[in-house]
């Protein structure tokens, strides 16, 4: 980790060099946002890189109850931060980012494995008609509709690259999702109005590569891929915080988001 942290503030150091004196990485700060079976704590190894770099950071804890109820929590996040915020959305927090991504303080956008649906397009109409995916037979509803995933289906599809003590405490503290939300579609896509940036997975059996791949092309994202499962963040968390850095460089220099 030592030699990795060393080459890690190397290049950070690179990237603030080849920037405008008034404009270093510092002056941005960062946003992350889980996904479904997950919490805020799914990023605690991004998190000290990104501290290393001299960025602030601050973790949603969503309820994920509700698409508008999760990006209002986002929302309030970005508004107790200072100057130009980086969003970042893994998984279903991609579609959380969608829907917050617009607020004025908002100057860039990561999604890792993340869903990017456009303006009244719900998770329901890209699944019409398509089989069941294998991991969704390890999701267990309850009487109020908020799934689980079973430990087998951690370990087995969701985190089968990180090691057995890992996905138990995945399982453990996993945030349960209200299944509505796949029916619920963002108000507005504002990757379409933001530079956005995504990391693919390309080992990940709960959101297919191909799937990725489309969103991060019909986003005209920059585009970093990685032997991954879906969840990158705990099994290449210095490709992620290194994507995420590249982010918080561009939000730094840009105070008005460019349209396209």
Same mark, same amino acid.
């Given at each position: 980790?030592?030699?990795?942290?060393?080459?890690?503030r190397?290049?950070?150091?690179?990237?603030?060099?080849?920037?405008?004196?008034?404009?270093?990485?510092?002056?941005?700060?960062?946003?992350?946002?889980?996904?479904?079976?997950?919490?805020?704590?799914?990023?605690?190894?991004?998190?000290?890189?990104?501290?290393?770099?001299?960025?602030?950071?601050? &973790?949603?804890?969503?309820?994920?109850?509700?698409?508008?109820?999760?990006?209002?929590?986002?929302?309030?996040?970005?508004?107790?931060?200072?100057?130009?915020?980086?969003?970042?959305?893994?998984?279903?927090?991609?579609?959380?980012?969608?829907?917050?991504?617009?607020?004025?303080?908002?100057?860039?956008?990561?999604?890792?494995?993340?869903?990017?649906?456009d303006?009244?397009?719900?998770?329901t109409?890209?699944?019409?008609?398509?089989?069941?995916?294998?991991?969704?037979?390890?999701?267990?509803?309850?009487?109020?509709?908020?799934?689980?995933?079973?430990?087998?289906?951690?370990?087995?599809?969701?985190a $089968?690259?990180l090691?057995?003590?890992?996905?138990?405490?995945?399982a453990?503290?996993q945030?349960?999702?209200?299944?509505?939300?796949?029916?619920?579609? $963002?108000?507005?896509?504002?990757?379409?109005?933001?530079?956005?940036?995504?990391?693919?997975?390309?080992?990940?059996?709960?959101?297919?590569?191909?799937?990725?791949?489309?969103?991060?092309?019909?986003?005209?994202?920059?585009?970093?891929?990685?032997?991954?499962?879906?969840?990158?963040?705990?099994?290449?968390?210095?490709?992620?915080?290194?994507?995420?850095?590249?982010?918080?460089?561009?939000?730094?220099?840009?105070?008005? &988001?460019?349209?396209?």
């Amino acid at each position: 980790m030592s030699r990795f942290l060393n080459t890690f503030r190397a290049g950070m150091a690179a990237i603030a060099l080849a920037l405008p004196m008034s404009a270093t990485a510092e002056e941005a700060s960062v946003v992350l946002v889980h996904g479904a079976f997950s919490d805020g704590s799914a990023w605690h190894k991004v998190i000290p890189l990104l501290h290393e770099a001299g960025v602030s950071v601050s &973790a949603a804890q969503l309820p994920l109850s509700s698409l508008q109820g999760d990006a209002a929590v986002v929302t309030r996040l970005v508004e107790m931060q200072d100057g130009p915020v980086v969003l970042v959305g893994h998984s279903y927090g991609g579609n959380v980012i969608t829907e917050a991504g617009t607020h004025e303080n908002v100057k860039a956008l990561v999604y890792v494995a993340g869903l990017a649906l456009d303006a009244g397009e719900a998770m329901t109409n890209l699944l019409k008609g398509k089989p069941p995916a294998p991991w969704q037979a390890e999701a267990t509803p309850d009487s109020g509709g908020y799934v689980r995933l079973s430990a087998e289906g951690i370990a087995t599809y969701f985190a $089968p690259d990180l090691a057995p003590e890992e996905t138990a405490l995945i399982a453990a503290t996993q945030g349960p999702i209200q299944y509505k939300i796949n029916s619920e579609a $963002p108000t507005i896509a504002s990757w379409s109005v933001q530079p956005t940036y995504y990391l693919l997975a390309e080992d990940d059996q709960i959101i297919p590569p191909r799937l990725q791949g489309y969103f991060a092309k019909r986003m005209e994202a920059k585009v970093t891929s990685v032997a991954s499962s879906h969840v990158a963040m705990l099994s290449h968390p210095e490709a992620v915080a290194s994507l995420i850095l590249t982010a918080v460089a561009t939000a730094s220099q840009n105070e008005v &988001a460019p349209s396209r």
